[in-house]
T-cell receptor, first 118, second 112 residues
Framework: NAGVTQTPKFQVLKTGQSMTLQCAQDMNHNSMYWYRQDPGMGLRLIYYSASEGTTDKGEVPNGYNVSRLNKREFSLRLESAAPSQTSVYFC?????????????????FGPGTRLTVL | GDSVTQMEGPVTLSEEAFLTINCTYT??????LFWYVQYPGEGLQLLLK?????DKGSNKGFEATYRKETTSFHLEKGSVQVSDSAVYFC???????????FGKGTRLHILP
């Protein structure tokens, strides 16, 4: 049981290049999330997907697109990378609140992708 | 909108000291409250949670009590260890909402 996996772990891009960050979870969770973490800013939500086939903007969506490929996978795409997108990116997943007992609505995080845009 | 405010760090303590990290929140209704911890080089993981007023969440010697009257969820531990060095995030989820709102995090350094 791997939990939430992310690839790649590290990436360096030049301004204007594109790339896709991959995320997969094996916990059969309905909800998935993409965050960025910057010094002094905490975690900010970029996009989330409450269920397969749906996506919604979070706090900082500009410059990003997402795809919920299936229930397991949720990818984040940078079409034209900018230095302001240098950050650590985390994917997370959770059960839909109210659908299970125990630690319902806990978010489980991947190990992160450290992205540098030059 | 909903928000979380936690004390700024870094916080530096000696081993076996008492720890308090303050957290207050603003939310409509009755949110669930969380503390997450991030160890160096890793993603966040849930430390404890509370879902209603006066609930106490606890795990690994850490505790936090949901205080609706003061809109607070302060994290405490009686005797910290070097291995507790990490970044701690207070967070909330509003009722009926899929999203969790995180505070900015507090970095904790424990000296041997």
């Amino acid at each position: 049981n791997a939990g939430v996996t992310q690839t790649p772990k590290f990436q360096v891009l030049k301004t204007g290049q594109s790339m896709t960050l991959q995320c997969a979870q094996d916990m059969n969770h309905n909800s998935m999330y993409w965050y960025r973490q910057d010094p002094g800013m905490g975690l900010r939500l970029i996009y989330y997907s409450a269920s397969e086939g749906t996506t919604d903007k979070g706090e900082v969506p500009n410059g990003y697109n997402v795809s919920r490929l299936n229930k397991r996978e949720f990818s984040l795409r940078l079409e034209s990378a900018a230095p302001s997108q240098t950050s650590v990116y985390f994917c997370a997943s959770s059960d839909t609140p109210g659908t299970s007992g125990g630690w319902v609505d806990t978010q489980y995080f991947g190990p992160g992708t450290r992205l540098t845009v030059l | 909108g909903d928000s979380v405010t936690q004390m700024e760090g870094p916080v530096t303590l000696s081993e076996e000291a008492f720890l308090t990290i303050n957290c207050t929140y603003t939310a409509t209704g009755y949110p669930s409250l969380f503390w997450y911890v991030q160890y160096p080089g890793e993603g966040l993981q849930l430390l404890l949670k509370a879902t209603k007023a006066d609930d106490k969440g606890s795990n690994k010697g850490f505790e936090a009590t949901y205080r609706k009257e003061t809109t607070s969820f302060h994290l405490e531990k009686g005797s910290v260890q070097v291995s507790d060095s990490a970044v701690y995030f207070c967070a909330l989820r509003g009722g009926g909402d899929d999203k969790i709102i995180f505070g900015k995090g507090t970095r904790l350094h424990i000296l041997p």
